[in-house]
Every structure is written in C-alpha cells, then in structure tokens.
C-alpha cells in the first residue's frame, strides 16, 4: 500500500479554519484518497474521500494537489468537538486490477488536532 | 440506527484464559473487519471477512480466531489469552458496489486488559 505521511499534532483555536495536510508522493492513478477521524474512547469515522477534484460535504473539504502527490483536509471552522486524531489513508484499490478489492483501510500515527476554546 | 455493535465494552482476563468478542451489525454489510489499537500506534488488521462463512488473516493474526456464520455477525476468539493482547479492539463493516467497497463503520470498541 502507497504511505501516507502527516504532521504528528496541530493545534487550532475554536471557530478558526484547520488545514491539515498529508504527503502521498507514492499514490498510484487508482488509489483514493480517504479521511477519517478518531474522538477520544471512540472507533475512528468516515469523514471524506476523493479521487482527483476537491470533494466538499458537511463534516470537511478535501483539496487534492494537481500532482496528487498530496492533500488538505480543510475543516472550515473548528469546534472543540472536532479535537481528534485525523487519519489520511490511501485505499487498496485492486478492484482496478481485475480483481475485488477487500477494501482494508490501513492507518498510520495520524495527526492529533487540538482545539483551544 | 445501530450500525456495529460491540460487546463487551471492557473486559479484563488472566492469562491463559480464553474469551470470545461479539461484533454485530445491521446495515447488511458484505465486508467485516477487526482491528486492534494499541497506545501511539494505529490501527492494525487483525482477520477480515468478505461474506458469510469465509474469513482471511491481515496483518496481525497469531492468537486469534474468527467466525462469521452469519452475515451481521463476526466473532473475534481468544483462545489462550497473553499480556500482549491488551488492547482495544475495534470491528467495522463496510459493503461492496462495482468491486469497491464503501461505507466503512466502526463499532465503539472493547477494551481488553489482560493481567
């Protein structure tokens, strides 16, 4: 599986827009790029995924370098409930090579964001 | 909407025992996983399943088992429990469309402390 390599920690004030980046210099032309996230005590949590074009939904925004070589999961304002340890994970994507995918996410250390009131 | 159910949140065994962790879903999931997670490090494969009455190994199989008769079901084994398998243990489930796989959800977790 291609790595991903991200900050260990940022930190970010309450209701200010977090950038946080990831290096994926070895993705291939098939593989996605997927974000979750992890709160305190509990499992980690879809929060977006994206192939080519920035991808926008509720929880973030995911900007994608022309290169693809690496990404910014943008949350617009933080709140103190966003504190978590965010994963960027490039997916297996076999299912381009002719066969079915089993779809496992592998995580690395993440980053640990921390939100100040 | 429960999504993954996992049970029991906290156990604590002695070494050498043998217990089995139950991870039941509800959104009829092709695709179950169990991963452990251990203090500053992340998540790793243990076993996964692709559908009723297969599994496979990941990354970090030895000491455990798995079963999955039924599709919501997937059973995570101990048979002979050792220190180094104190952890928190996570299930997820995810589905299969065009040979690739979407909607990964993940249970709360059981902590496990073996002494």
């Known amino acids: 599986d291609a790595k991903t390599t991200q900050p260990n920690s940022m930190e970010s004030n309450e209701e200010e827009p977090v950038h946080l980046p990831c290096n994926h210099s070895?993705?291939?032309?098939?593989?996605?790029i997927h974000w979750y996230r992890q709160l305190p005590s509990q499992g980690p949590e879809y929060v977006i995924h994206?192939?080519?074009s920035n991808v926008n939904n509720r929880m973030a925004s995911l900007a994608i370098a022309e290169d693809r070589k690496s990404s910014t999961l943008i949350l617009h304002r933080a709140t103190l409930r966003d504190a978590a340890v965010y994963y960027c994970?490039?997916?297996?994507?076999?299912?381009?090579?002719?066969?079915?995918?089993?779809?496992?996410?592998?995580f690395g250390q993440g980053t640990i964001l921390t939100v100040h009131p | 909407n429960a999504g993954v159910t996992q049970t029991p949140k906290f156990r604590v065994l002695k070494t050498g025992q043998s217990m089995t962790l139950l991870c039941a879903q509800d959104?009829?999931?092709?695709?179950m996983y169990w991963y452990r997670q251990d203090p500053g490090m992340g998540l790793r494969l243990i076993h996964y399943?692709?559908?009723?009455?297969?599994?496979a190994k990941g990354e970090v199989p030895d000491g455990y088992n798995v079963s999955r008769l039924k599709k919501q079901n997937f059973l995570l084994g101990l048979e002979s429990a050792a220190p180094s398998q104190t952890s928190v243990y996570f299930c997820?489930?995810?589905?299969?469309?065009?040979?690739?796989?979407?909607?990964?959800?993940f249970g709360s977790g059981t902590r496990l402390t073996v002494v």
């Open positions: 997820a489930s995810s589905y299969l469309r065009d040979r690739v796989t979407y909607g990964y959800t």
């Open positions: 070895t993705i291939s032309g098939t593989d996605y």
């Open positions: 994206g192939l080519t």
């Open positions: 994970i490039l997916r297996d994507h076999p299912a381009n090579a002719g066969g079915t995918s089993y779809g496992k996410l592998t």
């Open positions: 959104m009829n999931h092709e695709y």
């Open positions: 399943s692709v559908g009723e009455g297969t599994t």
